[in-house]
């Protein structure tokens, strides 16, 4: 059932993201929350090429780039062949990579092999493990220790476990179980959502926990609720689809409370890593644009899409005069459309000071 269901997830994501990038006929794309931040062009604000670094750093981790390829899959053959993949491009470009959840390793030891690839692959290179909040602190020090991880990721996702058929239903005790984790590994334990964000709220508590830092996950990539409502019998949770915070208005929810924040969600191209920075993210996730590339064109088609990005990421902060990532954020942006009034509303942006003009 467990590897039936990953494999779900795995063709409808696919499917998810290669209708979305086809304009529907007749009209324009969907619009998509990143495209609410715009830069302020500055004619004179350039800097040299050469001067420009991706190195980030956050709750004592170094990245060497401030891109990672985020939490997908595992628990199948095939998707064991698929984090192999990642691992390898990973490697290659030398982002950070995180697994998909590895309850089913937890479930069925001989699921190993589906994950350990991405250690195997990707030997020098930031490995984060990822497991749900139900996991036990023993649970938590096996899946590190499988894959020798620098980091464990923990995902929260009660919307996809709502609409989920076989789902769970109770929720009360995530933050607990959170808190037991953080204090039980030595390595450091970020907190993502799944596609429905972050709120300056959570970021709060989840740093009251022990948490490190926190991934905002925002709505307006991967959409599980979606996903989870197509493998109902009855899709009757259609309502749900959209539910959540973008990944542009978590980040402004959650600036200043407490934890580093990491960002994905709806990730499409550089431009995107960029305002996610300027916002004030050390580092950006994506998800279905690797995977869509990976399953559409192999291997060495997704490794000359991430060394694009890269390469595009360096020319945007070169022409923004950002020597570093967590410069972007001193870069002047301007909110538009419904994020401008999210932000108004959240009275979250009123200073200059901020970089951000609502």
Known sequence: ??????????????????????????????PNPFDEVRFVHHALAGTDREKVSLATRFAGVEWPVPLYINAMTGGSPRTGEINR???????????????????????????????????????????????????????????????????????????????????????????????RIAAAVDVPVVVKEVGFGLSGRTVRELASLGVRAADVAGSGGTDFARIENGRRDRPDYAYLEGWGLSTPAALLDARDCGLPLLASGGVRNPLDIARALALGARAVGASGPFLTTLL????????????????HLTSLMTLLGAHSPEALADCDVLLTGSLRAFSLDRDLVTTAEKGVTA
Request: hydrophobic letters at 35%.
């Open 85 to 179: 993949d990642l691992a390898v491009a990973a490697r290659e470009t030398g982002l950070p990579i995180a697994t998909g959840s590895m309850s089913p390793y937890l479930k069925d030891p001989g699921t190993a092999s589906t994950f350990t690839p991405v250690r195997r692959e990707h030997p020098d290179g930031f490995v984060l493990a990822n497991l749900n909040a139900e996991a036990t602190p023993e649970q938590a020090r096996r899946a590190v220790g499988l894959l020798d991880a620098d980091a464990l990721q923990i995902h929260i996702n009660t919307v996809q476990e709502t609409v989920m058929p076989e789902g769970d239903r109770s929720f009360a005790h995530w933050a607990t179980g959170i808190e």
């Open 1 to 30: 059932m467990t590897a039936h269901r990953k494999d779900d997830h795995v063709r409808l994501a696919h499917a998810q993201h290669t209708t979305e990038t086809e304009p529907p006929p007749g009209g324009p794309p969907s």
């Open 296 to 311: 559409d064109g192999g291997m060495d088609a997704l490794v000359r899409h991430i060394t694009t990005w890269l390469d």
